[in-house]
């Protein structure tokens, strides 16, 4: 199985989320979101996953008004739980198979 890897470009995201640069820097620089190519700022270039993990940052820092320290580590929270969840659906998967 093969996995589709879109990319998407800092204009392009900042047209999308209706969001400025500025905005996109920031949360780079929490750590929040990470460009996959592009030496400078205007040549970044995101997965498209990021988008997800931007909207979401976005709007815990606007509808909590929390700073953006706290929602970086927020999302890394976020980030952890879902790859355990993902992890521990391959593992029921196995066990059931070895059960079955």
């Not at 879109?6 to 949360?27: A, D, F, K, P, T």
């Not at 997800?52 to 320290?69: C, F, M, P, S, T």
């Amino acid at each position: 199985m093969t996995d589709v890897v879109l990319r998407i470009s800092l204009h392009e995201l900042c047209q999308y989320e209706g969001v400025n640069e500025q905005l996109i820097v920031e949360v780079v620089d929490h750590g929040i979101a990470q460009p996959v190519a592009g030496s400078s700022v205007v040549d970044w270039v995101f997965e498209t996953t990021s988008v997800y993990w931007l909207r979401k940052a976005v709007r815990l820092h606007h509808d909590l008004e929390i700073d953006w320290i706290a929602v970086a580590m927020v999302i890394d929270l976020l980030q952890k739980n879902e790859a355990l969840q993902k992890q521990n659906q391959c593992f029921e998967r196995q066990l059931k198979r070895f059960l079955d």
